[in-house]
């Protein structure tokens, strides 16, 4: 069955620092893929999404390009802000009854 | 703006006593959703209303009803809340099921407290 697989957290990181948060799939047929984030007591936005292979999902400066030859998805900031700490989930519907399926979520502590 | 919404963002219910929580959307979509998280997990799908078409997941208790009477509301019914519903509850929509933009839009959530 379809699974995502989540790099685990927490990641403690210093203002302005690269980051990266590995999320790779598994899928029957061609996933859309997403990137939500989860503020603390708030629900999840969509952070970027990414609908066919070599996508390049973007957006507030993070990156993650839909890479089948490798089934990931993987996370990518040049350089964040405090303002950035949260949870971050990576999931894909590759259903039709467009049932997500998340990965466990990644703790992001930004630092200043 | 278009938005998910809902109402309360906190609810405190007691052991056993009905509970109902609402979500409104102002996006016009035809697919509306339910999820329950508990702290530090992913979301967990309930079910889901395709227009007026219920679709209910295998292991959501009976316990939790849904009832969506037009496109822009949906209510979630806890009929007899236990301490382990103790929750986050989220509500998304979309504009369809598969094909095209499937994204999913979530509100803000619903905290519930059983005491």
């Known amino acids: 069955g379809n699974s995502v697989t989540q790099m685990e957290g927490p990641v403690t990181l210093s203002e302005e620092a690269f980051l990266t948060i590995n999320c790779t799939y598994t899928?029957?047929?061609?996933?859309?893929l997403f990137w939500y984030v989860q503020y603390p007591g708030e629900g999840l936005q969509l952070l970027l999404k990414?609908?066919?292979?070599?996508d390049k999902g973007s957006n507030k400066g993070f990156e993650a390009t839909y890479r089948k030859e490798t089934t990931s998805f993987h996370l990518e900031k040049g350089s964040v802000q405090v303002s950035d700490s949260a949870v971050y989930f990576c999931?894909?519907?590759?259903?039709?009854?467009?049932?997500?399926?998340f990965g466990t979520g990644t703790l992001l502590a930004v630092q200043p | 703006d278009a938005m998910v919404i809902q109402n309360p963002r906190y609810q405190v219910t007691q052991f056993g006593k009905p509970v109902t929580l609402s979500c409104s959307q102002t996006?016009?979509?035809?697919?509306m959703y339910w999820y329950q998280q508990k702290s530090s997990q992913a979301p967990k799908l309930l079910f889901h209303?395709?227009?007026?078409?219920?679709?209910n997941e295998a292991d959501t208790p009976d316990n939790f009803q849904s009832r969506r009477p037009n496109t822009s509301f949906c209510f979630l019914d806890i009929r007899s809340p236990g301490l382990g519903d103790a929750a986050m509850y989220l509500c998304a929509t979309s504009s369809r099921l598969a094909g095209g933009d499937d994204t999913q839009y979530f509100g803000p959530g619903t905290r519930l407290t059983v005491l």
């Open positions: 990414a609908t066919k292979a070599d």
């Open positions: 899928a029957t047929g061609y996933p859309s």
């Open positions: 996006l016009n979509h035809n697919v």
């Open positions: 999931a894909l519907n590759g259903g039709a009854t467009n049932k997500l399926i």
């Open positions: 209303y395709y227009d007026k078409d219920f679709n």
